[in-house]
């Protein structure tokens, strides 16, 4: 019988506010996740502020506890760090929050909320519902709701979806999807969204 290993390429912290190229630090996170040790992998903060690419020199895992070295290899800076953060954000900062979001109208809202499930066709065409995290909504709002009337944003609870939610990648990093209906109840907030007088929505 085989096991599971699961890679990690990015070491979240703030506890490295200072660091020198060349020299080797100690690290300790909680989970089962291992990091590649052949080829370098990313230092950022927890807010996925860019900070190095690193290359661990050890690491043990024992009752859940990840602890080891890394040496630093190559800092980032200006706007080098401005441009990977951005990609940082973008590809990865959904998968942190504890929710993710839909936009709707209000008339899909209320059928759902007289269902107690909010259902679309693309269950039926692709096998999912789009969702989004938070990063990507002004895009997808400026894409594709400009002429939805009294447009929302549905916030939902990952940890309430009954569905089978996946992260896969399209335009512009990675996205949630969620493979069936979704249950009414995950729907934990509602929040009204209007164009800008250029005719944009900023979210």
Do not use: C
């Not at 291992?34 to 290359?55: G, H």
């Not at 949630?176 to 934990?188: E, M």
């Amino acid at each position: 019988m085989g096991f599971k290993v699961e890679i990690n390429s990015i070491l979240r912290s703030d506890e490295y506010p200072t660091i020198e190229r060349g020299k080797e630090y100690s690290f300790s996170k909680k989970g089962s996740r291992v990091f590649f040790d052949s080829i370098p992998v990313w230092l950022t903060k927890k807010d996925w502020t860019a900070q190095a690419e690193i290359s661990i020199t050890s690491q043990t895992l024992k009752n859940n506890t990840l602890t080891g070295t890394f040496r630093v290899d190559y800092i980032y800076d200006d706007a080098e760090q401005a441009a990977v953060t951005v990609m940082f954000v973008r590809m990865y900062a959904g998968l942190s929050d504890p929710f993710i979001y839909l936009l709707s109208s209000q008339q899909e809202y209320q059928t759902a909320q007289t269902n107690g499930m909010l259902s679309r066709d693309s269950i039926a065409e692709e096998g999912f519902i789009h969702a989004a995290p938070k990063s990507q909504l002004t895009r997808i709002a400026n894409k594709y709701y400009k002429n939805t009337v009294e447009p929302l944003i549905l916030v939902v609870d990952k940890k309430k979806v009954e569905a089978l939610v996946k992260w896969e990648p399209a335009t512009g990093g990675l996205y949630p999807h969620i493979y069936g209906i979704l249950n009414f109840d995950a729907i934990v907030d509602v929040q009204k969204i209007a164009l800008n007088t250029d005719g944009q929505y900023a979210l």
